[in-house]
């Protein structure tokens, strides 16, 4: 990856390069953002938890817009790839609503036990 970033500059200047290479060390942080985590009875960890989600559905929605670039730059599959990959974002965020309520419903639970 470093060798490739050395060796193609010509290759970054696309607005596709350009997002793809930020949702990659996005991603990158979101996986060490876990050693920043403070301990489940901590006050800073809703506010943790809110980041971290903000962050991971930021990155979903900069992957697809990605795709929609790369199918721009070589016109390969445009029409049949914006279809589906709205219908893969909607179901994304639907199960992450659910995953929300969910977890907000067992906390809730726990708070009235």
Do not use: C, Y
Not at 6 to 24: E, K, N
Not at 87 to 111: D, P, S, Y
Request: glycine letters at 10%.
């Amino acid at each position: 990856f470093v060798f490739s970033i050395m060796i193609a500059d010509a290759h970054f200047q696309s607005a596709h390069a350009q997002v793809g290479l930020l949702v990659l060390v996005g991603m990158l942080g979101q996986s060490q953002s876990a050693l920043l985590r403070p301990g489940s009875e901590s006050p800073r960890r809703e506010t943790w938890r809110l980041w971290h989600l903000g962050i991971g559905f930021a990155l979903l929605l900069l992957g697809g817009l990605n795709v929609l670039l790369g199918s721009a730059e070589t016109d390969v599959g445009a029409k049949l790839l914006v279809p589906l990959l709205m219908v893969i974002m909607m179901w994304a965020v639907l199960f992450g609503w659910r995953e929300h309520m969910h977890t907000h419903a067992k906390k809730t639970q726990a708070g009235l036990n």
